[in-house]
Nanobody, 115 residues
Framework: QVQLVESGGGLVQAGGSLRLSCAAS????????MGWYRQAPGKQRVLVAS???????NYANSVKGRFTFSRDNAKNTFYLQMNSLKPEDTAVYYC?????????WGQGTQVTVSS
């Protein structure tokens, strides 16, 4: 099994930046894809960024050019750098990792962007 622990959310003004972290433990070698979703109040959870272990990364159109996925294999941690934040980025952000036959989720972290 893979366990994910998130950190880094908070309150920021529009135009500001935040970096989310997701630390993985457990059966890390079984992970093939990882990334981030977000869920705004009253809305469905949507994919923000996804990356494969071979390095390819995809972003939602709404965050392209502002958000950057990265990872530190030595720390078993991946990140979401969020720049030029907008009020519409306000949501609970969840990291995930796809292993052999299941998806692991982080606990979620609140990001609030004030106008």
């Amino acid at each position: 099994q893979v366990q994910l622990v998130e950190s880094g959310g908070g309150l920021v003004q529009a135009g500001g930046s935040l970096r989310l972290s997701c630390a993985a433990s457990g059966s890390i070698v079984s992970i093939n894809t990882m990334g981030w979703y977000r869920q705004a109040p009253g809305k469905q959870r949507v994919l923000v960024a996804s990356s494969t272990t071979t390095g390819g990364t995809n972003y939602a159109n709404s965050v392209k050019g502002r958000f950057t996925f990265s990872r530190d294999n030595a720390k078993n941690t991946f990140y979401l750098q969020m720049n030029s934040l907008k009020p519409e980025d306000t949501a609970v952000y969840y990291c995930y990792a796809d292993a052999s036959f299941y998806r692991a989720w982080g606990q979620g972290t609140q990001v609030t962007v004030s106008s």
